[in-house]
């Protein structure tokens, strides 16, 4: 092929060719540029509702973990509540043997001698003997113990009786 413009056409040709060229290869960096721009903008925006629903399910499980972490702790206080409950039930029904003794020894008339005071704290049974002064000694002392709303169930043989002076007795009755 043969090129019959002259040289200064030829040099302008090319020049403008070489603008168009260069245009287009103008217009395709920025294409690129723009599209890459785009795409990265999209990934980043996409990134950061993934960070964000990543950061809620954290979240969540957190909440979650410790919530049960607060039930598990509220199950564990109530567990301890009721012991404390039970136990101080226990406590206030139960009667100490010292709470007893004194309990009796305010039963028993001055002019009495104890010789024996046995409390069975399983069985709640109290056996109580000694020597009255007076048969009237005995029937005051069983009188105040059948008469205590702590005490239950008294006996009382007829032996404690056949003395005239200073009876022997044996008296036995349950705390509650």
């Known amino acids: ?27 395709v960096i920025a294409i690129i540029f723009f599209g890459g721009a785009i795409f990265v903008l999209n990934t980043l925006v996409f990134l950061k509702i993934q960070l964000r629903e990543l950061s809620q399910s ?3 499980e957190a909440t979650t973990e ?12 109530k567990k301890l509540n009721l012991y404390l ?10 009667v100490g043997v010292n709470d007893i003794i004194m309990k ?14 046995n409390v069975d704290v399983t069985s709640k049974k109290i056996i109580l003997s ?18 205590a709303e702590y005490f ?3 006996d009382s043989p007829l032996t404690n009786y056949l003395q005239k002076n200073n009876p022997s007795f044996v008296l036995s009755f349950y705390f509650k």
């Open 1 to 27: 092929m043969i090129n019959l413009l002259p040289p200064i056409e030829k040099d302008r040709v090319y020049s403008l060719l070489l603008k168009k060229q260069l245009h287009v290869f103008v217009l």
């Open 130 to 147: 000694g020597q009255a002064a007076t048969r009237d000694d005995i029937v005051y002392m069983e009188n105040k113990i059948k008469k």
């Open 58 to 60: 954290i979240n969540v």
């Open 152 to 154: 239950e169930k008294m």
């Open 104 to 117: 009796v020894s305010n039963m028993v008339p001055s002019s009495t001698k104890l010789t024996s005071l």
């Open 66 to 77: 410790e919530a049960d972490q607060a039930k598990s702790l509220e199950d564990e206080i």
């Open 85 to 94: 409950s039970k136990y101080q039930t226990f406590k206030d029904e139960s």
